[in-house]
């Protein structure tokens, strides 16, 4: 199958387009689109195809080492799909300027080049309208969100299907092209929606359950679950100038109201924050003194994402071209491109924020009387807040121990009219951090002292082989965000032994892992933005490409035109292969006029006549006959005039043929 | 596990053959894009290609709902050969007349083959000749064993061919062609008519029944004039079992009848005149009688070697005049074989067609054939052996045959670069691949 002049032209200016990459696009454009125009063509042989692909292969793997590197996983096979019409280019190319005009498929598959030769192996296939799908598909992985998209789309495929329609049917082709458009505009609506449907049903085991934070509800597993699951997975590094004498809290969201087993946040809508003068600064707070810096390196795979910060951020700096969006609730979320991305915290003591509500002191009706009993046995009602704070903290660290384990797995084992909660507080005493929090927002609540539910990563573990701070997913904890002399401080009532319950979860693979994470941490800080190192990729690709033309150009240049301009004859062997007049034999194949193998050109042609439907197109193809004949056959061949004399007449004879059909 | 694995490869490839008919290039293309862009734009969040995949499914499921309006009335002649031969163009004439009242235009023809689907035994059985060349994957897994046994089965593919513009109440007459790639039956069991939807996508399918079997004939290949010495020899049974080949029927004398004695040859009026039983005794026939024995057991993995093995026999029987003698084709295959050409009996046609069904033997030893040519020693004039290997008991059949003073023409395959060593001289070692070259040196 051909496509159409200007068809891979075009699929390729619109990948360009989408991503980004216009300039490039159009110089391979015209590479491919220029085989159109240009007479000379290369005489690959087989070999030299499977080389080609080996080429592509090989850049491919590079492409894609790169994106997994500065990207990471899974992105990366979004990314390197982006990519991949420069990457295919040498095998373009190949096919656009060889005499064969088709690739063997031995080139493309690599078994084939080592066994027995086969009818297949020999196969050729004319790669223009799988290369042009690559570069619909590319666009869409650039994930502009243009609503240019889809109508470019459907009308690139409209022009891509027109030659392949069925004969005769030109107006019902038009009504039901129009309605496979008219379905597919009405069902990508409904898929994306279906999907941010389906992602708010199960937000949690898609993955990147430690890197996605809802800002307005988070779920427990409070009374689900037995073993709980930790993932070894570094999610984010920490660079602090000094080290850390004690686990730093990177909070990233709070939740001010219990509904067992969920924790959320209402009333908290985000707004957006207005950077400081040259867009790489956002302050959250202007009263408080700087004292500490850090710098985190994470990744927003969605492009929003909620950052986490030390308590007290103070201002944040980095994050180039996003928009940062806060709530009351210490919440600040980032809107940028896909991607890995750094940025500094500046932050002093205490959380600012907005004073207390209701809401922070808030018990639900079902955990009031366990509270209240065990408010009633430690008596701090009445007392100091800070006080208060100090004997609930010592209340969790000596009656209560660390666990992941839970007995009560669906509520079984929980004795009837007890909560999970209520079960942990006084009967079970072992847990995990959710646990710890929310008894302990619970009761501090209970005891009259505004508390929030807050979520994050705890900071421990200082990476020998990078020198840098990182957290897992397995780091991610919950605390209490606890309101008295006029600020909010962090209180973490989990034992400290849960982070080292936690690493002999470590799977024993966790080094190589992290090596990998290490290398492409250490690759997207030396690169930069992918988006800007994949151009720089299209440009190598492309001046490789041209260098390898211009060898080959140098090396093996064979001459489809007629090079001696003005010369009498043509000829050369094989003369005569390349006569139009085997297009009409092709065509009328395909009506089911075939020639036999061995049946002259007038006995067939006579022959199909008694039941051509227009027999009035014959005679001048008889004439076209005598040229094609002494073109094939005399040894003087053709002079320029009467060559192109065929050329014309064969193709003046097909578009009246065409029209007639 | 290999169950497992048959019963995938039989499902995905009855799938692969559904698609095939149904899709157009196109439609293959826009299948292949449905799955990309299912892949690539899994998550909609990250990139737009599934816009792509939705619009493609727009497309494929108008397809087939516009390939669901080709409706029509057909009827369908094929005019095909019943014999073609592996390696040589085979064409015929199908005519399709249109007995509706509409005219169709983008018709094509797809001849309906039966079922090339191995059977689980069979898949078990197959070896495949490359498989040390192949990655342990391959290997373990055996796609390429069955594909192999699949276009085996098949004998051949059979390419569509497009139909002119076909009026209404009018017939045209198409030449269709395939080129046998293995010998066989090749087993037509209808033909079908598909057109694409507007589109150019999805077809729609009518199916005509139209049985017709082709016996494929082993490969042949030139050779040269091959005079096969021996003397003439004393054939038991004479005339009646070889017609006129040999002396011409000459009677000699009446004797009494002896137990065993045909009833034809009573000389009934001497028997009404003398009381008993008297026949007519005839001159004893004497005439060439050559033995082509075909070596049945090649083992695992080479199933080329047996191949071109067939290809030889198949050229010397229909190169060695039969008209003066008699030609015994002798193989083993569930049992021993002997079918006879030369005039009278089997033609040389019959005996290709024998060829062409002649499989590897595994149930038997090589012993039998061995009884089975020197069972015969008595009657034949020269023999000609198609051997697989040069081992033990191929060896020993060779002496056998030497030390009866039979001459004999020895003839062993072998793979490329691999010929058996300690061969004698006189033998000719023909490897696959060159077979044509080592016939043109007998």
Redesign the interface.
Known sequence: ?KTPPLLIGAALLFWGWQAEALLPAAVIAALLEGAHRLQWRWNLSAADFSRTADLCTGLFVLVTAYVVFSVGLP?A??AA?KWLPAVLLPLMAAQAYSMAQAVPLSALFF?MR???PTGLADFKVDLG??YF?VC??A???????SEW??PC??AL?GWA?WP??????LG??CV??G???????A??AG??QL??AFEGAVVDWLSLSGQRTDPYRSSTDIGTIGELKLFDHIVLRLESPQPLDRPLLLHRASYDQYASPTWLARDAQLVALRPEAGGHGWRLRSDAPLLRRVTIWTDF??GTGVLALPSGTVRIEGLAGAEVKHNRLGVVQAEQR?GRASYDAVFGTAEGGDPPREADMRVPRAEAATLERIVAQLGPRGRPPREIVAIVERYFREKFQYSTYQKTRGGEGTPIGRTPIGHFLLASRAGHCEYFATATVLLLRAAGVPARYATGFSVQELSRLEGVYVVRERHAHSWVRVYFDGAWHDLDTTPPTWFAVEQQSAPFWGPAADLWSWLSYRMARAGGAEGGAGGYAAWIMLLLVLYLAWRLYRKQRVSVANEARGAAAVTRAGAGRDSEFYLVEKRL??????R??GEPVRSWLGRIGR???HPELLPVLGKLVALHYRYRFDPVGLDADERQRLSAGIMEWLDQFKAAS | MKHFLYLNFRVVSAWQHWLMRRF???GR?AL??LV??AV??V?????????????????L???VC?SLLFKGRFEVRRLAPKLATVGE?C?YQVQVSNVGDRAF??LSLLEDQADPRPSLSEFLAASD??GE???AF?RAVGYHRWARLVARRRRAAIPE?????LASRSE?E??MGFTPEHRGSLRLTGITIA???????FRGLLAHRAPHTVTVLPRRYRLPAIGLPGRRMYQHGGVTLASSVGDSEEFMSLRDYRPGDPLKRIHWKNFARVGKPVVKEYQDEFFERHALVLDTYAGRGRDSVFEEAVSVAASLASTIDTQECLLDLLFVGNQAYCYTGGRGQLRTENLLEILAGVQLCSEHEFSLLRQSVLGRRVQLSSCILILLAWDGPRQELVQSLRALGLPLLVLVIAEPDRAPAGIPDWISVLEVGKIQQGLARL
């Open positions: 199958m992105h096979v979004v799909v078994t080592r066994q027995e309208y799988p799908v619909i598909l666009a869409g992985a650039a994930n502009t969100r998209f889809y789309v459907v495929a299907l392949r329609r069925r004969a005769g049917t019902l082709w039901l092209f309605l496979a458009g008219a379905v597919g505009y069902s990508h898929l994306h999907q941010l795979p969605r896909a194949a395909e009506l089911g006029y075939a036999d193998t039941t051509f439907p | 157009t290039a196109a293309l292949a894009a990309a862009s690539v734009g998550d909609t969040n990250q990139t737009m290609a599934y816009q792509v995949f939705t619009f493609v499914v727009g497309l499921a108008v397809a516009g163009p064409s235009e983008g000749p490359v060349r192949r990655n391959d061919q497009g139909v002119p513009h045209v198409l030449r057109r694409s939807d507007p589109l150019g996508l």
